[in-house]
């Protein structure tokens, strides 16, 4: 079983829709969560990160349901420069506290 | 700033070559890690080191070796290259392993033949 799941898309959506991403871990004692971004051919970049009382910044929320292991990341008013992969992240909860990376969610905002 | 910068960004290997991939920070963070990105598969931790002079194995350690031996610079090397090695790397640092952000580099595209 894959520490991180993630819905690979891709996610083809107009410009000002809503879109959300949800993505699972399977480790209950993880305590970081992260949703980072990652451009075509470029490195991931940290979007946000995912607070058991869920965040917002912008026209991004996060939001954290430890009891059912699962992460979700919401879209408002897609742009064009949106479109991009992105990466859920979660921590091993060892003592270097590593990284698990998703295989990532591809969105397409269309003009 | 320069962050973390990866050397080179290209880079195409015969089967049984060696190279070292560079990898340094100037944002003197303490944790930096190795990882490889394959289609499907999401980034995979190869190697990580929590500070100069400590350096472990990550999910797919095997072919790669690395050393810490300041807390600027984390070299990747590959010992024998082979097929299996095309990726896309990225180097990775910061201040206190998977609770903080990580800063990645702009990665190096490997072509094993």
């Known amino acids: 079983r894959k520490e991180v799941e993630q819905d690979p898309g891709p996610f083809n959506v107009p410009e000002g829709a809503t879109v959300a991403f949800n993505c699972t871990y399977s480790n209950s004692a993880s305590q970081s969560f992260f949703w980072y971004r990652q451009d075509c051919r470029k490195e991931p970049k940290l979007l946000m990160s995912v607070y058991s009382s869920g965040n917002e910044d912008g026209r991004f929320t996060a939001q954290l349901n430890r009891a059912s292991q699962y992460i979700s990341l919401l879209i408002r008013d897609s742009k064009l420069s949106d479109s991009a992969t992105y990466l859920c992240v979660v921590d091993d909860q060892t003592g270097a506290n590593n990284l698990f990376f998703g295989t990532g969610t591809r969105l397409t905002v269309i003009p | 700033n320069a962050g973390v910068t990866q050397t080179p960004k290209f880079q195409v290997l015969k089967t049984g070559q060696s190279m070292t991939l560079q990898c340094a920070q100037d944002?003197?963070?303490?944790?930096m890690s190795w990882y490889r990105q394959d289609p499907g598969m999401g980034l995979r931790l190869i190697h990580y080191?929590?500070?100069?002079?400590?350096?472990d194995q990550g999910e797919v350690p095997n072919g790669y070796n690395v050393s810490r031996s300041t807390t600027e610079d984390f070299p990747l090397r590959l010992l024998s290259a082979a097929p299996s090695q095309t990726s896309v790397y990225f180097c990775?640092?910061?201040?206190?392993?998977?609770?903080?952000?990580?800063?990645f580099g702009q990665g190096t595209r490997l072509t094993v033949v």
């Open positions: 990775a640092s910061s201040t206190g392993g998977g609770v903080t952000e990580a800063f």
């Open positions: 080191s929590v500070g100069a002079g400590i350096t």
């Open positions: 944002m003197n963070h303490e944790y």
